[in-house]
């Protein structure tokens, strides 16, 4: 375990304005928080310093905003589940920092719990930019990182405000990197990695190292895609990065080198719509029509995958292997949930699945308790998998 300060260092906390790191990126579906886990997760160390009677100031980032406000990714609209997790009052202040923030830190009483708007709505935040992340400090005496899922991330909120504010871990970045090294630390082999969804670009460079610490790489979802076209294949209108098809040969040349057995679809369910219930039609993936979407694997795909995870003593999973909030395009993502768990349940197999979609599709599956473990992240978890230092764990650890 890192050698980090927790919330057992904290004591005389009364009265004392504590900035919480959390992350709020939460599924949303019309509106409405989908999936509750990542809040439920953090609301133990909210709760606990709350009722010590810190002033507990929430930072969060809520999707990818680009440096500007941006009217569907405010965190206004997560502050009500937020509110309902908690079972508690969450007051909400329209910036992250200047004076909307500051006045209603004013308003705080010992105890009270505030929501900050987006930090990723500045360009700062990302830049991790020295001004920022001045501004971020000025409204606290002391740093709390709960957010083990942002952890990878060198940004002002998770890394930079470290430096100048006495830095704790929260209860959950706790918890993530205990868990993880038990399930973890030294796997069983065979390891198998399944890596799906739609951050292809963030999650691509990380294969590179996986594939030399797993024995078998599944990949579907939109990075599915995104390695059929780099084998020269038609993949239509589908989710796709077509300008990483270099990254994604020289993946699979590594992993040859590496005896990791890279594991494709070999047939998709097509529509031309992305919608629930949108026409559809099962095809090879080399007969992806040019004007359609591949948006879950197929049938033969599943089987393929099912029989790599009957084959695993250790699972690690992060990314659904298509659309799953869209039926019918959740069948291969359920499929292989119900799959990972009875093999858990019986004994045969460690499954650690993390991700915040991730952690969605599971419980949409009902299986999320019957994994060995389910971490709130995604990305952070893989590059811990990797062996990679993660900036937001490092920082706690400089004293
Ligand atoms: N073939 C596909 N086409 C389009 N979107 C996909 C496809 N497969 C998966 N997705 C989308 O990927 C998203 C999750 O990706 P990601 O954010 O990488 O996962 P996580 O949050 O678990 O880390 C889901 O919203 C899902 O709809
Ligand atoms: O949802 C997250 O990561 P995940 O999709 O890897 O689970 C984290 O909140 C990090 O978000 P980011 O990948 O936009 O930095």
Redesign the pocket.
């Known amino acids: 375990m890192p050698a980090f300060k927790t919330l057992d260092d904290l004591t005389d906390i009364a009265g004392k304005r504590i900035l919480v790191r959390v992350?709020l990126?939460v599924p949303v579906t019309d509106g409405k928080v989908s999936d509750t886990t990542?809040i439920e997760r953090v609301a133990p160390t909210i709760l606990e310093l709350s009722e010590k009677g810190a002033k507990v100031i929430l930072l969060a980032?809520f999707?990818?905003p680009k440096g500007e406000p941006v009217a569907d990714q405010s965190l206004s609209l997560i502050a009500p589940s937020v509110e309902e997790v908690l079972d508690q009052r969450v007051a909400f202040a329209s910036d992250c920092i200047g004076d909307a923030a500051a006045a209603a830190i004013a308003e705080m009483n010992d105890g009270d719990v505030l929501l900050l708007e987006n930090t990723?709505f500045h360009k700062g935040e990302e830049k991790n930019e020295a001004g920022f992340v001045r501004e971020l400090a000025k409204n606290g005496d002391i740093y709390v990182n709960d957010?083990f899922?942002?952890a990878?991330?060198a940004?002002a909120s998770t890394e930079g405000i470290a430096h100048h504010l006495p830095a704790y871990a929260g209860r959950t970045m706790q918890a993530e990197l205990e868990a993880l090294e038990k399930g973890l630390g030294q796997p069983t082999r065979p390891v198998v990695a399944i890596v799906g969804?739609a951050?292809v670009s963030?999650?691509i460079d990380l294969l590179s190292n996986l594939v030399s610490k797993v024995d078998a790489l599944v990949i579907g979802g939109g990075m599915a895609n995104t390695f059929i076209a780099a084998q020269g294949i038609d993949v239509g209108k589908s989710l796709c990065e077509h300008d990483l098809a270099d990254t994604a040969r020289a993946i699979m040349e590594k992993a040859k080198t590496a005896g990791c057995t890279i594991v494709l679809p070999v047939d998709g369910v097509v529509a031309r719509e992305f919608k629930a219930n949108a026409e559809n039609e099962t095809v090879d993936v080399t007969a992806i029509p040019a004007d359609a979407m591949m948006l879950d694997v197929g049938p033969r795909s599943i089987e393929l995958v099912n029989d790599w995870i009957g084959k695993a003593a250790t699972l690690v999973w992060?990314?659904p292997l298509g659309a799953f909030e869209i039926p019918p395009f959740d069948k291969a993502t359920v499929s292989a949930a119900l799959h990972a768990a009875e093999q858990t349940k019986a004994g045969k197999l460690v499954s650690v699945a993390?991700?915040?979609?991730?952690v969605s599709a599971l419980n949409h599956a009902g299986v999320a308790g019957a994994f060995s473990y389910v971490s709130?992240?995604?990305?952070?978890?893989?590059e811990w998998m990797e062996g990679k230092e993660l900036p937001g764990v490092a920082v706690l650890t400089k004293g």
């Open positions: 992350d990126n990542r980032h999707g990818r990723r957010a899922s942002a990878h991330r940004h969804g951050k963030t999650k992060n990314g993390g991700g915040g979609d991730t709130t992240a995604g990305g952070a978890f893989l």
